[in-house]
């Protein structure tokens, strides 16, 4: 069809292809067709020259052996099948496939009616006018859609009949689907129905068997439920008689038990003292043995330091004075002896570094040392620690140099940490908490045996006439340290 007979609006359909333009362009074609009288007559006189024979109706004689109703229905008269309208307005004036009936409207691809017509002509006759049959049953076309889409076009007046023949087929096979697909429903349901009914007697028919062995097992178990009832009760009123005697028997047990607990606790209690008076005596004994053994030990102690002290001193008596060159007998030395005897018993001062050296060389001598008493006088800058050790240090060289035996004695209420221990030839003492460093010096002259040289380096005159009366020899600090170096 010409471009300038489109009218404006449908010309942007034009170039779709006949299914596109059918799917998009087919509402707005209908309402041109119904609106635009010339647009319609152009389309009409284009199918009858491009198309002839396709805008003719079937008379009613020419369809006469045709079915009738929504039962003449051909292959092509569900959704797939189009209108004219949908199909002429191609710009490229359509091709037998695209524009024609087709095989999907039942009829032949020449452009032909179709197999369904009832003459087998090769054109239909031309359409019923209205005075001819307004009134008369419409005919059968191959195509009651396609016949109203022509009716339409051509302006027949049996127009409004062919739609309302179409639309009442359209209502009959909508009606007859529903009807088909409701006696399918009912068709599915029914034999579902049956089936269901049949499964439902299959299950009654079991559950009355099973309903039988239950009551049969039932009745079992309550047979065995009052056997084990009667046992049980049996068995509770031996358990009670049980625990009855268990009872009796435990009140007697415990009975017993208590006495015997008290009499082994009594024994214990014994056993414990035994025990104790035991042990007590033991340590009685050992303490006695060892108090025994230290006494002679002690007493061994002090004779072989006598005896090493009077050999000693004897010796050197005999070398300084060099007895046995002769001179006066002791009866020649009556006159005033007992007075300078006696006064020699008394420990000497020493006054000098010389008086030092020979009393440090006799033998068996005992050097103590008031150990602060010394260090303050001779170090008094430095602590008391450093004091302690420098003094042991210094000692212990003066003891190796001479043999002598050494202690030094701090007090120990000035130490905080824990006391040293003595170097080797220098034995440290400190004084317990209360007990001043003097008296243990005096304690140290007492314990030792009468006759042993002693020297006692301290400034302490208290100390010194107290250790003096007991045979010791003092010698001043500062002395000391002159020989010690310090």
């Known amino acids: 069809m010409p471009a300038a007979d489109v009218p404006g609006p449908l010309r942007r359909f034009a170039k779709f292809t006949p299914a596109k333009r059918a799917r998009l362009g087919g509402q707005a074609l209908v309402t041109r067709l119904e609106q635009d009288p010339a647009f319609r007559a152009a389309v009409v006189a284009w199918w009858a020259e491009h198309r002839p024979g396709e805008l003719e109706l079937p008379d009613a004689g020419a369809a006469g052996g045709t079915a009738t109703g929504a039962d003449h229905g051909t292959a092509g008269s569900g959704a797939d099948r189009g209108t004219a309208a949908e199909h002429g307005t191609a710009s490229d004036h359509g091709t037998g496939a695209e524009g024609g009936t087709g095989a999907d409207h039942g009829t032949a691809t020449d452009h032909g009616t179709g197999a369904g017509a009832a003459t087998g002509a090769e054109s239909a006759p031309a359409p019923v006018t209205a005075a001819a049959g307004r009134d008369a049953p419409l005919p059968a076309p191959v195509d009651r859609i396609d016949a109203a889409a022509v ?252 043999g002598v035996e050494i202690t030094v004695v701090f007090d120990g209420a000035a130490v905080t940490a824990a006391p040293m221990r003595g170097t080797r030839g220098v034995r440290v003492l400190f004084s317990e908490a209360g007990v001043l460093a003097d008296d243990v010096l005096r304690d140290l002259v007492a314990a030792e045996p009468a006759g042993r040289p002693l020297l006692v380096a301290t400034s302490d005159q208290e100390v010194v006439r107290s250790v003096r009366r007991r045979g010791a020899h003092t010698v001043p600090s500062a002395i000391l340290l002159r020989r010690l170096g310090g």
């Open 151 to 402: 009716a339409l076009l051509t302006g027949d007046p049996l127009a409004p009949r062919w739609v309302a023949e179409v639309e009442r087929a359209a209502d009959l096979s909508a009606l007859r689907a529903e009807r088909d697909e409701a006696l399918a429903k009912v068709d599915k349901v029914t034999a579902e129905l049956e089936r269901v009914t049949a499964e439902l007697a299959e299950e009654r028919e079991r559950a009355r068997s099973r309903v039988a062995d239950r009551e049969s097992e039932y009745q079992q178990m309550r047979r065995r439920v009052s056997e084990q009832g009667a046992k049980l009760r049996a068995a509770l009123d031996a358990r009670a008689e049980l625990e009855a005697e268990v009872d009796r028997l435990r009140a007697g047990a415990d009975e017993r038990l208590a006495a015997a607990r008290a009499q082994c606790e009594s024994e214990r209690e014994r056993a414990d003292q035994e025990r104790r008076r035991a042990e007590s005596a033991a340590r009685e004994v050992a303490a006695a043995r060892q108090a025994a053994r230290e006494a002679r030990r002690a007493d061994e102690v002090r004779l072989e330091l006598l005896i090493d002290t009077v050999g000693g001193a004897i010796a050197g008596l005999r070398r300084e004075l060099d007895i046995g060159a002769g001179g006066p007998r002791p009866a020649d030395l009556v006159a005033g002896g007992a007075g300078e005897a006696a006064g020699a018993r008394a420990g000497v001062p020493v006054d000098g570094l010389a008086a030092l050296d020979t009393l440090l060389a006799v033998p068996s001598m005992h050097l103590i040392v008031d150990g602060y008493n010394v260090s303050k006088t001779g170090y008094p800058d430095l602590p008391l620690a450093d004091q302690r050790s420098r003094l042991v240090g210094q000692l212990g060289a003066l003891g190796a140099r001479t």
